[in-house]
């Protein structure tokens, strides 16, 4: 018998459990296929997983091939096992791989997901419960079972998906997924990775139709959020703190020079990955470090948590003395130079840091001979002979970056001296098969130094306990963990310290005097020195341990260096440092189709950015929206277009706006009166939950998924604006005029709540709005975890106007020519910003009146089977004025199917 | 065809005389078996299968495993793949691939006459019956590509299953074959 699985197919899991249950009757090989492949000759379309049997036939059904791994066994067939099969085949699959494709392709999330696979889930568990079986079909494991496990296994594998409250499916679930067959079928198919080792399959299927009930063709309303059931006593709770207003909120905490941590309370210490001197940075470095800390460093002062953010540049080493020889500077120069260009950077995307500093000090030496000293003494420093490149042409040791060559890995042609790009493996530069300077390209020389090393293997065991009590419960993500572990399992090796180079940490040891330390043993001591430099305190924060909660932030190529190198460099030195408890790595962020390139003028950089024309917060939110959480994405100019024309000027934008109007309007600038009636009431918990959802995520340094709570509590104030019509209400009598009233405070109060949840996200947009408003300062300053009357009645409110601009296709389209690479053809003209009044109330009303209509032409051109163009035409009118009106009113646009983007 | 139709249908050609109880349940009607004794059972196949055993004929439930492997996903193709498309053009591609599976084979499984056979009969009914009708024979109707399927078509209707239709048409089915 032969197995054609494939990777990343879900219906391997329940064959392979099968098959491992059976593995010992059965003589069985297991193929891998592509996922286009067709092993079943007699089938038009690819489909795996598929059983070929010794007669030659095949079982291209998983069900069926368990069935027959079952059968071998001596299994007999009965009722209930048919009839859960079926179920499964009928019911639970058109759900679940809806649910899967939402997931993994769409990279929906929560209810999007789960709402669909609810009713099969608590049918599931009903069943379980109410016959009083741990199994399906009865006291043992069968059939049944491992095919509904294989099926559910991917999506309830993630906690958040299997819900608490169905218990007999929890432990139902929990039972199989701890024997043995499952356990190792599940590693097989999911590598560790969750639902998402499904992706490079599901992406490649067609999009599973669910059937809607007939005439649903027509309708495509953007789906309503799935609103969560609230209780009466939840309802209750967000009234009465909403009742409370200002009062609730605590006193601000008075700004500290320096910050310094204060015993009893939460002590933040943030860094964001120091950015190399000698380059301007692009937007993937931006997001990667320290655009995503900023957003944690403000969420985290607006909890009032005492909080300190330091960054700076990274200035010794090789490249920065040969930028120097290129631009006929000193290497001081050159870092003097760049730190100015990285601070001007920094300073216009609104960076918050509470310093800024550099390497090159006087306090760097200090601690990182310190720290060196230490080591040498606790004997965690080795001396060796290196052999090491030498370019005979330029006369000088070549640093692992300026050699280039074959990885002797995996043979990627352009492997840098110190890692592979392609294979990601470390590479020791003499290794390299044809290794080139990369300064002269002629061939380097082996020659033999004295060199210093950290003995990392003596420290791996300190290493593995302190990550052994700081992973668990810690707020590492997964990739982090990921690369440290893969790194423990091959084994620490000592890794050399020290570089023939002038520009750097002088080493304080006899015979290496003209040595300085390699830039990864001293860099991370770099954010050490800045506090230094920041504060005379600064040991406070680095020698507390137990009173600093340390973030450090950075993209993924870094994480060894923070949470491998300089822990173990902190651990062997033996003097109470702080290490870093939550280690936040991104994935890579892509410019287009393709990678940033400052060599071949790809992409957009730090200092570019202000030159289009577009407003930093504007860059802020849309790279924080595409923030490469948990998987690479990529920068797209359209995209970003479709975003701020549909989440911040019609969703954000328009909400906000219409709220303030209707206030200046019809109630001369003051908050009128609010009676709430349950509606509101239940209004008021919904978004108070939104809210402790954003918390959840912020908590959770979940930055993207946050950012999508303020765009959700918008879209409810748009909704409520519309189904509550304020501005007809007003003209209308005393009881709706009162309504009119209640409707605008409770909008203009949460468009006060969206500004302070922005705060972190577009901090300038979010003072304009709380300038608008003329939100109190406290409120300002502090966000609770609960939604409250920030504007009471009778407050006044200041001048409203739009917050956003309408961007242009042409507009984009030359900056992506601008940027799209090759040499910068089009003239530098600032883009045209076009004011763009947000859609009024009377055009939705306008555009909905027409979606009505030409809804019934379609019906009744249905009904009467008029002609199939006919039809199609009359289609296609109804879905563009469906999209005009939900770009009115600010709901997302549902993206045309079958014009996925790769 | 309704589910419990078919059901009562082959009841009638299982040689089953008491007939059972049925009902239909949810936005798929799927038909519901009401049993005296024991908690009911539903879905189509589940209780075909149940029929088949009820009448002692197992055998039309394949023999081997793997007949009776084949046999379950066959009838799981009727309700996931037959059943879930509704137009003929859909239904294209599905009888191609069925005609290249039986290539070289008399029946789904092989060369017995199974449950498989009788259910995919009466889910492809309308299909192919409306496409006979209207092109007037199946010579105009991709004939040779076609062959295979239409062979076992009559292998089927051999076995007498009957299916509410006039007899002309498989008669004439019958005898262009």
Redesign the interface.
């Known amino acids: 018998m032969r197995l054609f699985v494939c990777e990343g197919a879900p219906g391997s899991l329940p064959v392979l459990a099968a098959a491992g249950r059976a593995r010992d009757r059965a003589e069985l090989l297991i193929s891998t296929v592509g996922s286009e492949e067709c092993v079943v000759?007699?089938?038009?379309?690819p489909k795996v997983p598929v059983l070929q049997?010794d007669?030659g036939?095949y079982?291209?059904?998983s069900?069926?091939?368990c069935?027959?791994f079952f059968?071998?066994s001596g299994w007999e067939?009965d009722?209930l096992t048919?009839?859960w099969?079926?179920?499964e085949?009928?019911e639970l699959?058109p759900a679940l791989s809806a649910a899967l494709y939402c997931l993994v392709v769409q990279g929906k999330k929560g209810e999007h997901v789960l709402g669909p696979l609810r009713r099969a889930l608590t049918h599931i568990d009903y069943s379980l419960s109410r016959q009083n079986c741990p199994f399906l079909a009865g006291d043992t494991e069968s059939l049944a079972d491992i095919v509904l496990w294989g099926a559910l296994y991917p999506l309830l594998q993630d906690p958040t998906y299997l819900p608490e409250e169905l218990g007999a499916l929890h432990s139902w679930f929990q039972t199989l997924s701890t024997q043995e067959p499952c356990r190792r079928a599940a590693e097989t198919v999911l590598k560790q990775q969750g639902v998402l080792a499904l992706r490079p399959y599901l992406q490649k299927q067609p999009q599973p139709q669910s059937?809607p009930?007939e005439g649903r063709a027509v309708s495509n309303e953007p789906e309503e959020e799935e609103l969560a059931t609230l209780s009466e006593e939840e309802i209750a709770m967000a009234v009465t703190a909403w009742e409370k207003g200002l009062g609730s909120l605590p006193p601000l905490r008075p700004p500290q020079n320096p910050v310094l941590p204060v015993a009893g309370e939460r002590n933040v210490l943030i860094t964001s990955a120091l950015p190399y001197v000698n380059n301007v940075p692009h937007l993937g470095n931006i997001i990667g470090c320290v655009l995503s800390a900023d957003v944690f460093a403000r969420y985290s002062r607006l909890r009032q948590w005492n909080t300190l953010y330091l960054c700076g540049t990274d200035e010794y080493g090789t490249a920065t003395e040969t930028k120097a020889m290129e631009e006929g500077l000193t290497p001081q120069e050159i870092c003097d130079k760049y730190h100015r260009i990285h601070a001007d950077i920094y300073c216009w995307f609104n960076i918050s840091f509470d310093t800024f500093g550099r390497t090159t000090t006087a306090q760097q030496t200090k601690i990182t001979q310190d720290i060196f000293q230490r080591l040498l003494t606790r004997g965690f420093v080795l001396q060796d002979t290196v052999e090491q490149l030498r370019c005979e042409q330029c006369a000088r040791f070549l640093a692992d970056r300026f050699v280039e060559g074959v990885c002797p890995f995996c043979g990627y042609e352009e492997a840098r001296g110190d890692q592979c790009d392609k294979c990601g493996k470390l590479i020791n530069a003499i290794e390299l098969k044809k290794p080139q300077c990369k300064v002269c390209r002629s061939c380097p020389v082996v020659k033999s130094s004295q060199h210093l090393f950290l003995d990392l293997p003596k420290l791996e065991k300190r290493l593995e306990e302190w990550l052994g009590k700081t992973l668990p419960g810690s707020d590492w993500t997964p990739n982090a963990r990921f690369i440290i572990r893969s790194w423990l399992r091959d084994g620490l090796k000592p890794r050399c310290i020290t570089r023939d180079l002038k520009w750097g940490t002088p080493v304080p040891l006899e015979g290496f005097e003209d040595k300085v330390f390699y830039v990864w043993f001293d860099a991370t001591i770099g954010y050490l020195s800045i506090t230094a430099n920041y504060t005379d305190q600064w040991e406070r924060w680095w020698k507390n341990p137990d009173q600093v909660d340390l973030y450090q932030f950075m993209a993924k190529d870094n994480v060894p260096f923070h949470g491998l190198v300089f822990p173990c460099s902190a651990l062997g030195a033996e003097d109470n440092y702080t290490l870093v408890r939550h280690l936040i790595a991104t994935e890579y962020l892509n410019y287009e189709d393709g990678k940033f390139s400052k060599s071949r003028g790809v992409g957009v950089f730090g200092d570019m950015a202000q030159d289009t024309g577009i407003p930093a917060d504007i860059w802020r939110f849309y790279l924080l929206y595409i923030r490469p959480e948990g998987q690479d994405s990529a920068f797209s100019w359209t995209d970003m277009l479709i975003k701020n024309n549909s989440e911040l000027l019609n969703n954000l934008g328009n909400f906000i706006n219409r709220a303030g109007m209707f206030v200046s309007k019809f109630f001369g600038g003051c908050v009128p009166k609010m009676v709430l009636t349950p509606d509101d009431q239940r209004l008021l918990a919904h978004i108070s939950l939104e809210l402790q959802h954003y918390h959840q995520l912020l908590e959770k340094v979940r930055i993207r998924d946050a950012l999508r709570s303020i765009l959700t509590i918008s879209r409810h104030g748009n909704q409520y604006i519309q189904v509550n019509e304020p501005w007809k209400r007003i003209k209308g009598s005393e009881a709706d005029r009162q309504r009119a009233g209640t409707v605008t405070g409770l909008a203009v109060n949460i468009a006060a709540l969206l500004s302070v949840m922005l705060q972190p996200y577009m901090p300038t947009v979010s003072a304009t709005i709380q300038a608008q408003l003329q939100l109190p300062l406290q409120a300002c300053g502090i966000l609770l975890t609960n939604f409250i009357c920030t504007l009471p009645t009778g407050h006044h409110i200041g001048t409203v106007s739009p917050l956003f601009q309408k961007l242009e296709n042409d507009q984009i389209e030359s900056l992506r020519q601008r940027f799209g690479g090759g040499q910068a053809k089009v003239s530098p003209k600032p883009a045209v910003v076009e004011t763009v009044t947000t859609a009024g109330p009377q055009h939705i009303q306008m555009l909905m009146d027409e979606v009505t209509k030409q809804g019934n032409v379609v019906r009744e051109l249905k009904a009467q089977k008029a002609d199939k163009n006919q039809v199609a035409a009359e289609v296609a009118k109804l879905l563009d004025l469906k999209k005009q009106l939900a770009l009115a009113e600010g709901k997302p646009i549902e993206t045309p199917k079958g014009k996925k983007k790769k | 065809m309704a589910a419990t139709a078919e059901l009562r249908l082959l009841e009638k050609s299982l040689g089953l005389r008491k007939g059972n109880k049925y009902s239909a349940q949810g936005?798929?009607q799927?038909p519901v078996l009401q049993t005296n004794n024991g908690p009911s059972?539903?879905?189509?196949?589940?209780i075909a299968?149940?029929l088949v055993k009820q009448a002692n004929k197992e055998y039309l439930?394949g023999s081997t495993?793997?007949e009776?492997?084949?046999v379950?996903?066959w009838l799981?193709?009727r309700?996931?793949q037959v059943d879930?498309h509704s137009s003929k053009e859909e239904i294209h591609?599905l009888l191609?691939?069925l005609n290249?599976?039986l290539?070289d084979k008399v029946y789904l499984a092989?060369y017995n006459f199974t449950l498989a056979d009788i259910l995919l009969y009466y889910g492809l009914h309308r299909f192919i019956e409306n496409e006979f009708l209207k092109t007037r024979g199946f010579s105009t109707w991709d004939s040779f590509r076609r062959r295979k399927i239409l062979l076992w078509w009559i292998f089927i209707i051999k076995h007498s299953f009957p299916v509410e239709t006039t007899p002309s048409q498989n008669t004439l089915l019958f005898y262009t074959c």
């Open positions: 000759p007699f089938l038009t379309r049997l007669s036939n079982l291209f059904s069900s069926a091939i069935r027959y059968l071998l067939q009722d048919n009839q099969l079926e179920w085949a009928t699959q059937h009930p | 936005e798929r799927t059972l539903t879905g189509l196949t589940t299968t149940h439930l495993a793997e009776k492997a084949v379950q996903q799981e193709y309700i996931t879930g591609p191609k691939d290249s599976y290539e092989g």
